[in-house]
């Protein structure tokens, strides 16, 4: 049995509609008021989350250490402190950013990147925790995170499936058992080949724990998709407008499409249902206009059925359609209007 988890106001679970996270990452474009207006058009949209990344490009990597090559990547020739410098959201910002949340009835809460960005987000209260992909194998964060008691919420991407027993095995060690993993597949966009939904059902019967999806893919298909196949929570990018740029913008959804993502994961989590076969209450009204058996001209009395004056049609007033062969070949017991529905009294 896999237990619901609590989050603030908000429970997580299978028996709840999907847990849907704004990421806002670097889409502020390193200005306060566009970040206070993501956390309005994610809380206009619906999302239940906000998230913003807790790092500074010091905490991250050194100046010159690595400039990306990858032919594939958004940020080719782009040196990885540059970029990191570029994203990150300034610590002081956090403070406004949540109280904005809080008066939106949205939830805020951050990726830690190292001890010190969580010894900050415990000042300001964080309510959950989420570590990214590429954290998933720094088991001193692990600890970290686990020891302040707050649900986590952890990304797999690019891990193999041994080092995310040796995560989950951390965080329970450390007295975390209020976890989410979010299949993620880290490629900036990725794309629905390489998205893989089918790991979501496994991965939560191999770690007995709620799975979700960090979407990077494009559109709200694939976050749809895996909640039919369970999701609990979906994460993906968001921004303003992708036409302003930023370093994840190409990949983040606009605030139409995040309503729609909203609207669309909460149908296909309602649709899943039970296994259920028979008439629903809902069909019974229904039911009549299933076929039956009518007499399509007038039939006298003692004249046999033929397939010139009986047929099958709409509605289903008459016998079933699998009396159908049985009925020919025998006689009317008085005359029969054309229209009217054949009953057993009639033969």
Known sequence: MINDITIVDRQIGPGHKPFIIAEMSGNHNQSLERALQIVDAAADAGADAIKLQTYTADTMTL???????????????????????????????????FQRAKERGIIAFSSPFDETAVDFLEELGAPVYKIASFENTDHPLLRKVAATGKPVIISTGAATISELDEAVQVLRSTGCHNFVMLKCTSTYPATPQNTNLLTIPHMRELFGVQVGLSDHTIGVGAAVAAVALGATVVEKHFTLRRADGGVDSAFSLEPQELQSLVVESERAWQALGHVQYGVQRAEQKSR????????????????????????????????????????????????IKAGTPLNWVLL
């Open 63 to 97: 100046p010159g250490a690595f400039t990306i090559e990858d032919e594939n990547s958004l940020w080719k020739g782009r040196e990885l402190y540059d970029l990191y410098q570029e994203a990150y959201t300034p610590w002081d910002w956090h403070k406004a950013i």
């Open 288 to 335: 009549l206009f299933k076929r039956s058996v009518y007499a399509a001209q007038d039939i006298q009395p003692g004249e046999a059925f033929s397939k010139e004056n009986i047929r099958v049609i709409r509605p289903g007033l008459g016998l079933a359609p699998k009396y159908y062969e049985e009925l020919l070949g025998r006689t009317a017991t008085k005359e």
